[in-house]
């Protein structure tokens, strides 16, 4: 079996890990080749406030896009992955790294989790970059992963329970995106305590019920939709993804609030993400 390949256009952290600095490491603990672009490297993320270090120039991104063209390497890439677009520019170049990884390899998809923000903390982002992943980014991606939030702001629907979110995930899908997957999705009716993720593929649909930890978790995201779509394209299963996915990033978090640091323990969950224990029950809706 070749080993997947994923070029993955994310931010960077020296201290912690979110974009590629969550991404890069449970991909490779799975054994997937992962070749990360930065868009920024900061000494930490945003979320304390205070950091240091460059954004990236848009032209230099492209640049370094470029060069691993030159290496004849596109051809090899099953999957595009992209997470917060820091502005429009920065959506100019993924889009353009998209499509010359598709001229170069037609099966290989576009993986986008399309950052906004999510139900707590409302919209953070530029008021441009919505507009962005909604006329033109999102129209380009097989996969999507938007928490429940950030799908009411893409399909201009506000889903709360099964039946609206998966309504909006069709919206979606009519965008251009043939897989969905909803995180933190918080039904009204639900038990105390637990919160759910939702896939859409294919005719199919599945959903997991887990514990909601009481924590914030800066990066999660990023290592699910990492891990979902590789899980996908290892299994083109969608359910058992979702069911491995889960599976990985609650024990990453139940580590990460047991150690009572602020940052994701990836290393020290490493087991869990390369060998997910499956303790939950992913049910299958159609």
Not at 89 to 94: K, R
Not at 170 to 196: C, F, H, N, Y
Not at 202 to 230: C, Q, Y
Not at 234 to 239: E, H, K, S, Y
Request: glycine share 8%.
């Amino acid at each position: 079996m070749s080993t997947t390949t994923i070029l993955s256009i994310q931010s960077s952290v020296a201290f912690g890990h979110v974009g590629n600095s969550a991404a890069v490491f449970p991909l490779q603990r799975l054994g997937v080749e992962v070749w990360p672009v930065y868009t920024v490297h900061f000494s930490n993320h945003t979320g304390y406030g205070a950091w240091r270090g460059p954004l990236l120039a848009a032209e230099d991104v492209r640049e370094v896009i470029t060069g691993v063209e030159e290496r004849g390497a596109m051809p090899e890439v099953d999957a595009v992955l992209s997470g917060y677009q820091g502005g429009t520019q920065i959506g100019d170049v993924i889009l353009d790294a998209v499509a010359r990884v598709k001229a170069a390899n037609p099966e290989a998809i576009y993986a986008c989790d399309p950052v906004m923000g999510n139900a707590t903390s409302g919209c953070f982002v530029h008021p441009d970059i919505p507009v962005l992943l909604r006329e033109r980014v999102v129209p380009q991606a097989d996969l999507i992963t938007p928490n429940q939030f950030e799908l009411g702001f893409l399909t201009g629907t506000e889903p709360d329970d099964l039946e609206s979110t998966l309504a909006a995930v069709e919206k979606a899908r009519e965008m251009g995106p043939s897989t969905v997957l909803v995180t933190s999705v918080l039904q009204p009716d639900r038990p105390e305590d637990t919160i759910e993720m939702l896939a859409v593929h294919g005719e199919g649909a599945w959903i997991v019920r887990t514990p909601h930890l009481p924590m914030k978790a800066n990066g999660s995201g990023d290592v699910t939709a990492a891990l979902f779509t590789a899980h996908l394209l290892d299994t083109g299963d969608a359910g058992l993804a979702l069911g491995r996915t889960v599976s990985s990033v609650f024990d990453l978090l139940q580590t990460t609030l047991d150690s009572g640091r602020r940052e994701l323990q990836l290393i020290q969950s490493q087991d869990a993400i390369a060998n997910p224990r499956m303790q939950f029950e992913v049910t299958r809706l159609r």
